[in-house]
């Protein structure tokens, strides 16, 4: 029960199908923030990336977990290393185009906790991609954790389709167009209903801006989710560019 418990309690963001988009022309019919993000994480440059590595970290009160993770987004080809539903470890490739033909740990846990993990690295990346959520800019208000105040952009998920509707977020971002701060609203009875997360400890992957740093609360208990590891391979390179 508690592992169960646990990765439930680590999907904290909406598990939505990972689409592409450098650009969309719904784009164009949302607020000037959503541009301004895209920029400042480096969204333009992200069809010079090739593959995308990083180590998915979150701790809870007694409880810890570690999951790795190449992403190939032009081809969307998954490598996941870590852990089953189980304990034991595996390592697996796969394409989710061919979802349908992996085995039931891929289908039902391996592949929803790749879209948890990689949500959380490229959040900024999803304002723009994810072409069914609305956005709002809601003005500059105060921080929920931190002191100051921060542009709130408000991003809400339709209240039917997808592995998590209704979810909302609220990005706090401030003038360097930088996230600081967010608050997740989920739209369902699962739990956790709220998770409140600091975005700290920026690093540049290659053209990629990255928030390696997460620390906060899940329903006000302490939750810290981190990534290390994190690396990118540019098209036409066989080596990896860190993060630093």
Known sequence: ??????????????????????????AQQRPPIVEKLAKTY???SFGQIDAIRY?????????????????EPKTDQ??????????KPVKVTYRRSELGSQSAEVQE??????????????????????????VQDAGVQKLPLGNGSA?????????????????????YVGADGRIQEMVYHRGGPKKPSTV???????K?????????????????????????????KLAGSSTWTEAK
């Open 204 to 232: 540049q992957a290659g053209p990629l801006l990255v928030s390696r740093d997460h620390p906060g609360t899940a329903d006000d208990k302490p939750v810290h989710v981190s990534f290390s590891n994190v690396a990118v």
């Open 151 to 171: 542009e709130k952009v408000v991003v809400k998920y339709p209240s039917d389709g997808g592995y998590s509707p209704g979810d909302t977020w609220d990005l």
């Open 1 to 26: 029960m508690t592992k169960l418990r646990f990765r439930t309690a680590l999907r904290l963001l909406p598990l939505v199908g990972v689409v592409i988009f450098a650009a969309t022309s719904l």
């Open 78 to 87: 998954v490598t996941f290393e870590g852990n089953d539903k189980s304990g």
């Open 196 to 202: 409140i997360a600091t975005w700290a400890d920026y």
């Open 55 to 71: 180590t998915f970290n979150a701790e809870l009160p007694g409880i810890k977990v570690s999951r790795s993770w190449t992403w």
């Open 42 to 44: 480096g969204l333009e």
């Open 109 to 134: 846990n391996i592949d929803s906790n790749f879209l948890n993990d990689q949500y959380w690295l490229l959040l900024p990346f999803h304002v723009s991609w994810d072409t069914s959520a609305t």
